[in-house]
C-alpha cells in the first residue's frame, strides 16, 4: 500500500479498491516515512518497540521490588527485627 501511496495513487482510491481505511493506509506511509527517517515528528517503530519493552520491563521490576517488600516485612515480624533502611549514606 505505501508503494502504491508513494506511487501516485491516493489513500482514498486504495481505501476504495482495498480494505483498510484512507486514515488507515495515510498512517501506514506516516509510519514508513519516521522509520526510514523522512520525518521527525513522531517515534519509530523501533523507539516504540524499546518503549514497549521498557514499560514492561519497569512493570516486572516494580512487581518484583513489591513482593521482596512484603517478604522483607514478614520476616521482619518472624524474627522480631527491623530490616535498615538504605539512605546511601555511611554513618
Known sequence: ???????????W?????FEPSAQTITNWVAQADQDAGVRHDGTTSAEQE?????????KRLREEREILSKAAAWFARETDTVPPTSSGSSK
Open 1 to 11: 500500500m505505501i508503494d502504491l501511496v508513494r506511487s501516485g495513487r491516493t489513500p
Open 13 to 17: 482510491e486504495l481505501a476504495q479498491e
Open 50 to 58: 524499546e518503549l514497549r519493552r521498557l514499560r514492561q520491563e519497569n
